[in-house]
């Protein structure tokens, strides 16, 4: 918004100073600074009237697309034990990435080196504690 109305002052041949001063006459303390107007002033002179940010190089932007999030959930799924190194190691992204969306939005976490879905019902939370004592029940038997 602010580059279209230092725009229009430009094509008036207004200098980067009155330009300055009408924005912050109009916006007040949300007006560019200066030396951003004058850049742009520059830029403008230069016939570069483009408003859109080019692209820059340095760290990508994270984002998750479904078709991630789904292969993350069929690995999970298909071996709960899989470690998020082995995870990111098979989709080619990084583990810090992994993890996030395990845990964001997928809405899983660890437990006890298995993953499981933050929230378990009451039947799910029952399973591991029954398995359990039927194999105490099995040992104990075995070894009487």
């Known amino acids: 918004m602010e580059t279209l109305a230092v725009k229009f002052f ?3 041949d207004k200098a980067p100073k009155e330009i300055h001063a009408i924005l912050t006459e109009t916006l007040g303390e949300h007006a560019p600074s200066y030396a ?3 850049n742009w002033v ?3 002179k230069h016939s570069d009237f483009s408003t859109c940010d080019a692209p820059r190089t340095g760290r ?13 959930l ?12 082995s995870v990111a190691e098979h989709l080619g992204i990084s583990r810090e990435r992994v993890g996030s969306i395990i845990h964001e939005d997928l809405d899983m976490r660890k437990l006890s080196a298995k993953s499981f879905p933050k ?3 009451a039947d799910e939370k029952r399973q591991p504690c029954q398995s359990s004592e039927q194999l105490w029940e099995f040992f104990s038997e075995l070894s009487k």
């Open 60 to 72: 990508p932007k994270t984002v998750t697309t479904p078709q991630i999030s789904d292969q993350i």
């Open 42 to 44: 520059i830029q403008f």
């Open 119 to 121: 929230c378990l019902n």
């Open 10 to 12: 430009f094509l008036q």
């Open 74 to 85: 069929k690995l999970i799924l298909g071996n709960c034990w899989i470690s998020t190194k």
């Open 36 to 38: 951003t107007l004058k």
